[in-house]
């Protein structure tokens, strides 16, 4: 019985300091000191995504791998120095994550119009909803009073970030190390609506794993091979990759989910029954991915007088 209050008191505590992290951010943090943020980052996003519209999905996955590595404090920005040693150069980030310099042509925007004012953990958080929105996908309120971090981890980012060959198992404990439930984990997969994945990432899926459709893993081959092209190119939804809806639902019903860890949300466990509902209304997944992305980018958020505001995102004042 004590064990089992343990499984059960941990993800409490975890959800309720989620809470509390949500209670000190506010969507008017910005209202007097920077009344133009929203517009910036927003403009600026806008000409990111017309450039490229991969740009949406890869300010999203910027965001999320920041925020599962202590927390939504842009320590993912921080460039590598002679003396420190930071998260970009991670197994999940390294020639992997991409947006750094978006992010930076942000910043420069907002430093101009409002110097030393805005962190770069806000305007992550901020960049993130704009590439869904300029997608098609849902908006929401993003809230406002995260500082940057002055440090970064290595082994965090490379021990709490979820692998593309994750199983159900792994995939729920790490977001409930995380305050995050396995719906919500559901629901946050669905960002791979948009997007695309190396081929270093499902190689092991098209060649090994049995539950993926033929002709799927069949056209997967021909530009992924069994070695050699580890950075080609798939999209992470075949129907809509530039898209942002349910499709990447739809596609995990008949076995085309792009990475092992994406078919393992539709395998006979728990979460088939809510890939159904997304994949039947996309309504339903589009309010609940706006509701769960809220609460992800409020993990552990530096707010008060921890950290700082960075005036370049890629190194500490």
Known sequence: MAVSLKLIALPLLLSLLVCASQAQLSANFYSRSCPNLKG???????????????????????????????????SILLDDTSTFTGEKTARPNSN????????????????????????CADILALAARDGVALLGGPSWTVTFGRRDARTASLSDANSQIPPPF?????????????GLSAGEMTTLSGAHTIGQAR?????????????????????LRANCPLSGGDNNLAPLDLQSPNGFGNSYYQNLLTQRGLLHSDQELFNGG??????????????????????AMVK???????????????????RVN
């Open 166 to 178: 994750a199983s159900l198992s792994t995939l729920i404990s790490s977001f409930s190390a995380k």
């Open 296 to 314: 992800m980018s409020a993990i552990s958020p530096l707010t008060g007088t921890n950290g700082e505001i960075r005036t370049n995102c890629r």
């Open 270 to 291: 728990s979460q088939d029954a809510l890939v159904r509902r997304y994949s039947a209304n996309n309504g339903l997944f589009s309010r609940d991915f706006a509701a």
């Open 96 to 119: 992997s994550v991409r947006g750094f310099n978006v992010i930076d042509d942000i910043k420069t925007r907002v430093e101009a119009a409002c110097p030393s004012t805005v962190s």
């Open 40 to 74: 910036i980052v927003r403009g600026a996003m806008t000409q990111a995504v017309r450039r490229e519209p991969r740009i949406g999905a890869s300010i999203v996955r910027l965001l999320f791998h920041d925020c599962f590595v202590n927390g939504c404090d842009a």
């Open 199 to 219: 081929c270093t990432t499902f190689r092991s899926r098209i060649y090994n794993d049995t539950n993926i459709n033929g002709p799927f893993a069949a056209r």
